[in-house]
């Protein structure tokens, strides 16, 4: 069963940067993996999210253009570039992965589809 382990979160000033990893325990190759947050209070709502080759990519509109998604199959690890943060993107991130069809390559920000999910990192937005 594949698991997976987020890092890289923490306290960070609003404009500043942050470099999220999603390591898994098996191979992340085949797997459609999103990144998903929650704010206390809120629910957990996608971020981004990327295909098994990595060639598709999708993002949530109001973090098109600061965040970036990249995935590193040779690692065994998923990236989320976080610039220039704001107060609101405080919230704990998940990543979490979809197994799809044998032999697709797709890239989803529905929940749904996402079987494996990681415990999540704090990631806070604060001056």
């Known amino acids: 069963q594949l698991q997976l382990v987020e890092s890289g979160g923490g306290l960070v000033q609003p404009g500043g940067s942050l470099r999220l990893s999603c390591t898994a325990s098996?191979?992340?190759?085949?797997?459609?993996i999103g990144w998903f947050r929650q704010a206390p209070g809120k629910d957990r709502e996608a971020v981004s999210c990327i295909s098994s080759s990595g060639g598709i990519t999708d993002y949530v509109d109001f973090v098109k253009g600061r965040f970036i998604i990249s995935r590193d199959n040779a690692k065994n690890t998923i990236y989320l570039q976080m610039n220039s943060l704001k107060p609101e993107d405080t919230a704990v991130y998940y990543c979490?992965?979809?197994?799809?069809?044998?032999?697709?390559?797709?890239?989803?920000?529905?929940?749904?589809?996402?079987?494996?999910w990681g415990q999540g990192t704090q990631v806070t937005v604060s001056s």
């Open positions: 979490a992965a979809s197994e799809g069809p044998p032999y697709s390559d797709f890239a989803t920000l529905n929940l749904g589809p996402y079987n494996y």
């Open positions: 098996g191979f992340t190759l085949g797997y459609t």
